[in-house]
Every structure is written in C-alpha cells, then in structure tokens.
C-alpha cells in the first residue's frame, strides 16, 4: 500500500520538475559583448569631439584607410546595442517576470529614454538646448513599439523582426515629400531627414522606427536560444550564416545597401560598391555600407561576426582583467552612456585650452561643420583620449554596478 501510493506522488513531483521553467542566470557572455561594444561607442565619440577633419569619415572622396577603420569598428555599436535590448528583455522573461511586466517596461523605459534624449543627452552633444533623434531616441522608440510585439508568440516576433531587417530596403525609393505635410512622418518612421519645427529651428532625425524595431524584436525571439543548452552553436552558426551572406549580397552587388539615406547620410555609403584607383579605397568602398538607415548589408556586416564572437564568449566568468572590465561597463550601459558623453565633451574643451586652440561659446559641438579653424586633433592622440575617457569611467560605473546589485528592491534604478 505504501509503495501504490508513495509511485504516483514521485511521478507526479518529477512531472512538475520536468515542465517548470527554472530561471536562468544572466549570461555573462551578453554583459561582456554589451560592454565591449560600449567601449567602441567610445571611440567614435571622442573622434567626433576631437577630430581636426572637416568631412565624414566614410566620404570617399577623402578618407584613408586609418580614418575609415576607426569609423567601421563603431558600426557594430548600435545594432549589438538594439539587438541585445531585445535579447535581454526576454532573458527577464526567464528569470521570473511576466510578459505584461516585460511590455510595462519597455512602454516606461522607452518613454524614459525618448525624455532622456531630449534633455540630458542633447544637452551633452553641445552644452545647448537642442533636439536630436539619434540612437538613445531610436531605442526609446523602438522599445515603446516592443511593449504592443511582446505580447505576440516568439516565433511571431522574431520572423517580424527578420521579416522587417530583410525587406525595409523595399521601401527606400519611397520619397518623404510624396506624404505631402505628412512627410515628416516618413521620416521618423524610414527615411531619415531633417524636420522643419519653426522657421529657425529643425529637428534632427537619423535613428529611424521601421529598421530598429526590426533588429529589437529579432533579438527578442533571439533571447529563445540562449536558454538551450545547445546555444553556442546555435549561436555561433547563425553568425556565419549572416556573415556569408553579407559577403554573398555586397560582393555580387545585389540587394541589400538601399539609397534611403542618400539625402541625410553620407557620401557613397549607399548603393553598391566599386573598383576604386587603389586597393585601400575600393575595400573601403566595399565595407562602406548605409547606416542612417541600417541597411540588411549593414546590418549583416556588424550583427554577424557580434553573434560569432557571442558564441566564443559563452560560458565566460569575466572574474579578472579585460573581461571583467567590459563586464562593468555592459552591466550599466545607460549610465556609462550619460557619463561617458559629458566626460569626453569636458575633456575637449580642456584640451582645446591647454592647447590653445578655439572653442565655440564653452563648448565644442561634435559635428564636421562647426568646428573653428585651428581646432581639433589627429588620430593617435584621439586613440589616446579615447583610452584615457575608458580608465576614468571604470570607477564610476564600478561603483554604480555595486550601488544596484545592494539595492535591487528599487525597481527605479532599473531605468539607469
């Protein structure tokens, strides 16, 4: 008697063991890309700041080969950035919260981040009020957008997301003005431009909805594969497919690298690439892909070889040296993001004075067009900046990590 009854109650205990979702530990591997690709941003900032060029780095009618580097290894920032946004809201979804949660946190934080843009971050760009839709506005919105797709089945989401990131070069011939007086709704949503506010004042939209919504809800549906024990090859094999296939588009020139930007963006970075008069110039006229907006070549270029090196870091401790460092900085990325701008901006005005060279009304605006005459510098002293900006943020962003981790009831600092 004993025994008829105590079989069933083990089978049944093992039944509710076997179909109950354990939570997952936050993956070191994602913290770790996170701050790698932070540290990069980093170094696009400083040369924006910094930079005695007069023209962008991807106008190939005057780059070189050092310039156009230092440029191309930022590209991978904002696609991992948005791409793990989405992969880390489903992680939450594993390690307790609901979906009605998740969605609240990505209408509230989106919202957040769009505020944030508006205030603090353009704040930072030239220590003058100012409006500017760039990537912290592209993630906000893009987020408020997830809180209505997350409430869809995962697979849903992530063949929306690779549905949106394979076709939204279909729509770059559609032209703003067709929209009439909506056009500068086109532009929010695709086509990135300028939009008349006031007679005198425009505001400034590059991080469009259409091709970032894509990328976070593909990295939503992403988060799916990382809970299998399986992942690193999972992980490391979609990397080379989209690299292959980055490789396979650009080479023979076909779809991929559309001309929505071509108005906003920079000289030559759409359409196809070109045999140019040296080998430098014509690998960088290859690897010189659209951004403003992500086109599917661009996309592919950056998000494939990030989900290769992923797979490599699965399964790190990141407990010393380099990767514990990155480990810091991807942990608190909106507050390395915040501090990280206001710090390199303070550092080029004070070594603009110590050099003695001109600034404008206290400030240093981080474009190619209103930088004084005599200003700026070349790029191993901005390579060097770069490092230094890094070694300073460590500590602050040490100690926030810490400051969370022991205050983890505050739900409010999850918005930092």
């Given at each position: 008697m004993v025994t008829a009854v105590s079989s069933p109650s083990i089978a049944t205990v093992r039944t509710k063991l076997t179909f109950s979702p354990a939570k997952?530990?936050?993956?070191?591997?994602?913290?770790?890309?996170?701050?790698?690709?932070?540290?990069?941003?980093?170094?696009?900032?400083?040369?924006?700041?910094?930079t005695y060029q007069r023209f962008a780095p991807e106008d190939m009618a005057h780059t070189n080969g050092a310039l156009f580097f230092t440029r191309f290894i930022t590209h991978f920032c904002a696609p991992v950035f948005a791409f793990l946004a989405g992969t880390g809201s489903f992680l939450a979804t594993s390690r307790g919260k609901s979906l009605q949660a998740v969605s609240r946190f990505f209408l509230t934080r989106g919202l957040w981040l769009v505020l944030l843009e508006?205030?603090?971050?353009?704040?930072a760009w030239g220590f003058v009020p100012w409006a500017h839709g760039g990537v912290i506005w592209g993630l906000g919105w893009s987020m408020v957008a997830m809180a209505l797709i997350v409430r869809f089945p995962v697979r849903w989401i992530g063949a929306l997301g690779l549905a949106v990131i394979a076709t939204h070069n279909l729509l770059d011939r559609i032209n703003p003005a067709s929209f009439g007086k909506l056009s500068w709704l086109w532009k929010l949503l695709h086509s990135p431009g300028r939009i008349p506010v006031t007679t005198h004042f425009q505001f400034s939209a590059r991080y469009v909805l259409i091709p970032w919504v894509g990328?976070?809800?593909?990295?939503?549906?992403?988060?799916?594969?990382?809970?299998?024990?399986?992942?690193?090859?999972?992980?490391?094999?979609?990397?080379?497919?989209?690299?292959?296939?980055?490789?396979?588009?650009r080479g023979f020139n076909l779809y991929g690298n559309g001309i929505a930007g071509l108005p906003f963006g920079y000289p030559r970075s759409a359409g196809p690439w070109t045999v140019e008069p040296t080998l430098s110039l014509t690998v960088i006229s290859f690897f010189n892909t659209l951004k403003y907006p992500p086109s599917l070549d661009y996309l592919l270029?950056?998000?494939?070889?990030?989900?290769?090196?992923?797979?490599?870091?699965?399964?790190?401790?990141?407990?010393?040296?380099?990767?514990?460092?990155?480990?810091?900085?991807?942990?608190?990325p909106l507050f390395y993001y915040v501090l990280h701008l206001y710090l390199i901006h303070i550092l080029a005005i004070l070594v603009a004075l110590a050099f003695h060279q001109p600034i404008l009304h206290g400030s240093v605006i981080a474009d190619f067009v209103t930088k004084p005459p005599g200003y700026g510098h070349g790029?191993?002293?901005?390579?060097?900046?770069?490092?230094?900006?890094v070694a300073i943020l460590y500590l602050p962003c040490v100690w926030f990590m810490e400051f969370r981790s022991r205050h983890r009831d505050w739900t409010w600092l999850s918005y930092l």
């Open positions: 997952a530990p936050r993956l070191v591997s994602v913290d770790v890309l996170r701050g790698l690709v932070m540290v990069i941003m980093a170094l696009d900032h400083t040369r924006d700041f910094m508006f205030t603090v971050i353009d704040f990328v976070m809800a593909a990295g939503f549906a992403f988060g799916s594969l990382l809970l299998r024990p399986d992942r690193r090859k999972w992980i490391v094999t979609l990397g080379v497919c989209a690299t292959i296939l980055f490789f396979v588009l270029m950056t998000l494939g070889p990030s989900l290769i090196l992923l797979g490599l870091l699965d399964k790190a401790e990141a407990e010393r040296g380099l990767s514990r460092i990155l480990l810091v900085f991807g942990r608190v790029l191993p002293f901005i390579y060097a900046m770069w490092i230094l900006a």
